[in-house]
Every structure is written in C-alpha cells, then in structure tokens.
C-alpha cells in the first residue's frame, strides 16, 4: 500500500478488482523462520467474472462483532480480577528495606586466582539470617 521504493506501485491488497495476491515466502534465517521476502503480486482482479467477484463479497464476515466494546471488561473490572489473583497490593505486604537488608561492605583482596572476600564467613549468611528469610516467606504464604 505504501511502497518503499520509486519504482514500486502503490496498491490497495483488499481491492476485488485491482488488488493483488500475497505470495508467501518462507525461508530459514540463522535456524528461524524468515518472511522477509514475501511480496505482493502484480495486481489482478480476485477472479474472472463478476459473478465469481459477488459471491466472494457475500461470503466476507463482519468483523464488527469482536471488536465491539461490549466484548470487552472494562479498566476497573480487570483490576479487580487481577487484585483477587495477587492480592490486594503486593507492594504493602513486602517488607521495608531497612527491616530486613543490612549494608555490609565486604573488602576483596586479590589471592592470585580469583578476587574472594578477604574473610570468608563474612560472605555465608547466618542461621539467623536464613531463618527470618523463611519466616518471611512463610507469612507471606499464610496471608490470604
């Protein structure tokens, strides 16, 4: 319809009379599948008579029907949906920063192989730690 090049004419797809069929290319492209050299045929009429022409004309669908508003929910009733899935808001069960991360600064020293933490306990999580993890999680999964 919009051609990219000069000597390409524009065409209207859709048109009984002078459109155009699409010939559909399919090649492998780096182990995907490629349409990238589809194109549009010379245009010609979609059949010989104008008889064989209303007839395929009769036999076009509306689409009106599926896009039709009512078809749809709305903003609202698909927010509740989503807020009955996931909760209420997930943003005020989560806990605050300063409740459960601790800033540590962990100082590194080069040994040769591989930059690791000077000491090495520093960087294991304690039992503690581990356990208000699971406690954590544990509440969020008891909330209903």
Known sequence: MHPEFDDEEAINPFDLWVGANFKLK???????????????????????????????????????????????????????RLHKVIGDDIRSSAPNKTETVEDVKVEHKYNGEFDKPADESSSETSDDDASDALSYFEKLASED
């Open 26 to 80: 399919v090649r492998k492209v780096a182990g995907f599948i490629n349409y990238d050299k589809s194109e549009f045929a010379s245009s010609s009429p979609v059949a010989d008579s104008e008889e064989a022409i209303e007839s395929i004309w009769k036999k076009q669908y509306k689409v009106s029907e599926f896009v039709d508003p009512s078809n749809f929910k709305s903003y609202t009733e698909l927010k509740d």
